[in-house]
């Protein structure tokens, strides 16, 4: 897969490319990836990629006319781009395995208040947000958007990893993973739990099946509304539900609309 990210801050990017897995995924010729300066697109002296706001308001928003021209350089109208935003739809695991599948992705980031609507009408496919909060500007959404992707491209972490994680699918189900332990098996007075010493496959397996689901239930239940739910969760679910769903509930939401 080839990334484009397109950004008045390139800088912020670089690190993030240069390091651990992603820097791995491209010396194994996996992922390359360009970081394209926006301002270079600018024509003017100053390089001038903002302006104010048509109609009044705080706050500048980037220039259509370097914008447009960057992304026709990058061939923006033949690929899958994309433009952070806050006002975006939701990105989540399964937005992240569509993007995967891509060949090419150029990624916008905004700064300021964000781009010129024209903008993003001519060249955008998608408009993501990275979740229910303001940031600063789009390099760190666009970091999280293209940590989420790059890492689905097979080839860069074991199947496995992806299999049994949050979100994975396990058992065909979108379930939040199970607790997990190392050594010591005994950690002040906390034990792991016998099962998982066992040696026992069958029995590791369910219980890590049976505390995905109660997890889930306890933390996202809405991700167990899901018509699909397979046989063998339904089942467990119903069981846990009876038991009174005992893994601890957070505490406290602080996302909660009511709280005080
Ligand atoms: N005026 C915009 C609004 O109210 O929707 C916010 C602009 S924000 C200060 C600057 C840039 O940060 C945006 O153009 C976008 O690229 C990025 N950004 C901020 N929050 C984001 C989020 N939750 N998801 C994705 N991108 C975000």
Request: aromatic content about 8%; hydrophobic content about 40%; charged content about 25%.
């Amino acid at each position: 897969m080839k990334i484009r990210v397109l950004s008045l801050f390139p800088e912020m990017l670089e690190g993030f490319f240069e390091s651990s897995i992603m820097a791995r995924a491209v010396k194994k010729g996996l992922v390359e990836y360009e970081l394209v300066n926006i301002r270079d697109y600018a024509v003017d002296k100053h390089h001038k990629c903002d302006d104010e706001v048509f109609g009044g308001g705080a706050g500048m928003l980037m220039l259509p006319d370097p914008l447009g021209r960057c992304l026709d350089a990058q061939g923006a109208r033949d690929k899958r781009t994309v433009f952070m935003t806050p006002s975006g739809r939701l990105f989540n695991q399964a937005y992240a395995r569509d993007l995967a599948a891509e060949e090419e992705l150029i990624v916008l980031c905004g700064h300021y208040e964000g781009v010129d609507q024209r903008i993003i009408e001519e060249y955008v496919d998608d408009e993501v947000s990275i979740g229910d909060y303001v940031l600063s500007s789009g390099e760190v959404a666009a970091l999280v958007l293209v940590d989420a992707v790059f890492r689905l491209i097979p080839g860069v972490i074991t199947g496995e990893s992806l299999e049994e994680e949050s979100f994975g699918g396990a058992e065909g189900a979108n379930l939040l993973e199970y607790p997990q332990y190392t050594r010591p098996s005994l950690y002040g007075t906390m034990k792991v739990p016998d099962v998982l010493t066992s040696g026992h496959h069958a029995n590791i397996a369910g219980w890590r099946l049976r505390e995905s689901i109660r997890k889930t239930l306890a933390y996202r239940p809405e991700l167990l509304a899901s018509a699909g739910l397979p046989e063998e969760v339904k089942r467990l679910l119903a069981e846990i539900v009876i038991e009174g769903g005992s893994h601890e509930p957070y505490p406290e939401d602080p996302g909660r609309a009511d709280k005080a």
